[in-house]
Nanobody
Framework: QVQLVESGGGLVQAGDSLTLSCAAS????????MGWFRQAPGEEREFVAA????????FYADAVKGRFTISIDSAKTTVYLQVNGLKPEDTAVYYC?????????????????WGQGAQVTVSS
C-alpha cells in the first residue's frame, strides 16, 4: 500500500523559509513522478511543483517560481519542497502526490496517490 507522509509545515512569518518533506513507501512501480500541490480554504487544489524520479526534470507554478525548490533524495524515498520568501498568500495545506506513470504534470487528476497534507500558515 502506497503511503505518503508530509511533514515540516507550521506557522511562520512573511519572508521566512521552511522545508516540507514527503516520505514515500509501499510502492512497487518504478520511476514514478512526484508533485506538490496546495489548497487554501475555499479554493481548488493548485499545482506547485513537480519532478521526475531521476530529478532531471522539474517545473513550477508561476506563483512560486524562484522562491520554491523541489528535490528528491538519492535514496528516492523522500521528496522535498524548499520554500523561501513566504508570503501570506502561500498559506494553504500542502500535499505531495505520486504519478505512477512517471510523467509529471500540472493536473491533480493525473496523480494516483496523495498524502494527508501539511498546513503552512504565513502571517504578515
Amino acid at each position: 500500500q502506497v503511503q505518503l507522509v508530509e511533514s515540516g509545515g507550521g506557522l511562520v512569518q512573511a519572508g521566512d523559509s521552511l522545508t516540507l518533506s514527503c516520505a514515500a513507501s509501499g510502492y512497487t512501480f518504478s520511476r514514478p513522478a512526484m508533485g506538490w500541490f496546495r489548497q487554501a480554504p475555499g479554493e481548488e487544489r493548485e499545482f506547485v511543483a513537480a519532478i521526475t524520479w531521476s530529478g532531471s526534470l522539474r517545473f513550477y507554478a508561476d506563483a512560486v517560481k524562484g522562491r520554491f525548490t523541489i528535490s528528491i533524495d538519492s535514496a528516492k524515498t523522500t521528496v522535498y519542497l524548499q520554500v523561501n520568501g513566504l508570503k501570506p498568500e502561500d498559506t494553504a495545506v500542502y500535499y505531495c502526490a505520486v504519478d505512477r506513470d512517471g510523467r509529471p504534470t500540472r493536473s491533480p487528476f493525473d496523480y494516483n496517490y496523495w498524502g494527508q497534507g501539511a498546513q503552512v500558515t504565513v502571517s504578515s
